[in-house]
């Protein structure tokens, strides 16, 4: 700004100096002359000091008392009006308004050194998702998070050597951020099988930014409160974590809430993992081994495999219902897997057949272990259906997210209802 009016008074005032030069000559040549009201005008805005070097250099106007008297004087009143003007900025400057337009300016510059100062990158994620040391990388998600912020000043109240000035933050809708940014972490951190390792800031970041290119939010506007008190040096803003909140419109304290992400929302990731796992991953989660207790060597692995793999291709979800009541929750949810009790109904209606025959009579123990044991493992090739079960969960939140607990009855509804196969198998005549 400076550099553009500084840039503007040395062109205004070469322009008048040339004006009054061209002027002269034209009048030695009586040839029509230059309006002394151009030559006023280009004075009043800012070039009186070009005209007056003319009028000297040039020996022009200067026995025209408008000129003598009017140029000078109009130079005199713009020098008092900068002057003033200097005296206001340097009022301005000192104040706490400026205080805070200085550091807003440069949150909204980028600047990584103001940010830090105000905002810890730490702060910017939950302590109970990530961990680890920030890197470099992590400026360029933040310059993105800062990319629309704006602010507004609103008004000041000073008391002696203190102040308070509220400003209008405008930036993305955090809390939408945060719910979208808390799943996506959940995806990336959720596991069938638990393990050790943490999400790292690095990581977090690399999330954050990702899913800040991903998505277009709406801008929001929250209030900033700056506690100001006067020094020696001049005004300063006493940060604090409210203030470091307030900055950022909320995110740290959305990223810190244990109910950012409905239960809804964290079952589905949660059972979207399942759907994901493949059938050496079930088989590894339900820790199957020789699952139908054949204690047959030559089909067991056989049929074992032969389960999971229906169990991949069958297993799905539907949440009917969810409701959330202070720290407890319920959800109804419809598990979808392979039909055990169609499956074991054929199985016996195939083994019955076999015991009517004359063979299963002949056939040793061996024999009638491998005929059984093959008859099943068709019967699982052999299925086409699915089964859904019903079944209700309950949930509690620990005060730092939702746990989700998978009890027997869930298992139970993944295997494909086996209590109610069984049930079924004992019962088909």
């Given amino acids: 700004m400076h550099t553009v009016l500084i840039t503007y008074i040395i062109l205004v005032n070469l322009w008048g100096f040339v004006l009054m030069g061209i002027d002269k000559r034209k009048a030695k040549k009586h040839l029509w002359r230059v309006p002394e009201r151009t030559l006023f005008l280009t004075a009043l805005f800012l070039g009186s000091i070009g005209i007056l070097v003319g009028m000297r250099v040039f020996r022009h106007k200067t026995k025209h008392r408008s000129f003598t008297f009017g140029i000078p004087a109009i130079l005199i009143l713009q020098l008092a009006l900068l002057v003033a003007l200097a005296a206001l900025h340097r009022r301005q400057m000192g104040s706490p308004v400026r205080t805070v337009k200085n550091e807003l300016s440069l949150i909204r510059e980028l600047d990584s050194d103001t940010i830090q100062s105000y905002i810890s990158f730490d702060n910017l994620t939950n ?18 998070f800062f990319k629309q912020f704006r602010y507004d000043i609103q008004d000041v109240e000073i008391n002696d050597n203190t102040a308070t000035v509220h400003v209008n933050i405008t930036n993305l809708d955090m809390r939408a951020l945060s719910q979208d940014l808390c799943a996506e972490i959940l995806k990336q951190t959720v596991a069938i099988y638990p393990s050790e390792e943490e999400m790292t800031i690095n990581g977090y970041y690399q999330l954050l930014h990702d899913t ?3 998505n277009d939010y709406p801008k929001t506007t929250t209030i900033a409160t700056f506690h100001l008190k006067q020094e020696e040096s001049g005004w300063v803003i006493l940060a604090d974590e409210t203030l470091e909140d307030e900055l950022v419109s909320g995110f740290i304290s959305c990223m810190n809430d244990p109910y950012i992400l409905p239960v809804s929302t964290i079952l589905s990731i949660q059972l979207d993992a ?20 054949t204690y047959n060597t030559e089909y067991y692995s056989e049929i074992d495999d032969a389960y999971v793999q229906a169990l991949a291709e069958c297993f799905d979800y539907e949440i009917l219902r969810c409701q959330e009541q202070g720290d407890e929750a319920t959800a109804a949810v419809r598990i979808t897997s392979l039909d055990m009790p169609g499956i074991l109904t054929q199985y016996k209606q195939a083994i019955l057949g076999y015991a009517s025959t004359t063979q299963s009579i002949r ?6 272990s491998n005929e059984t044991s093959r008859l099943l493992l068709e019967a699982l090739k052999a299925h086409e259906g699915t089964h859904s079960t019903d079944i209700d969960m309950t949930f509690h939140n620990n ?17 494909g209802d086996m209590d109610l196969a069984i049930e079924t198998f004992n019962t088909v005549a």
């Fill in 212 to 214: 800040l290119q991903a």
């Fill in 127 to 144: 302590s109970h998702i990530a961990s680890g040391a920030i890197s470099a990388d992590t400026a360029e998600a933040v310059a993105l």
């Fill in 363 to 368: 056939d040793n123990s061996t024999a009638v």
């Fill in 399 to 415: 005060g730092n997210a939702w746990d989700i607990y998978f009890d027997e009855t869930f298992t139970n509804a993944v295997m």
């Fill in 274 to 293: 399942f759907k994901a796992l493949d059938a050496a991953q079930w088989k590894e989660y339900l820790n199957i081994e020789d699952l139908f207790a």
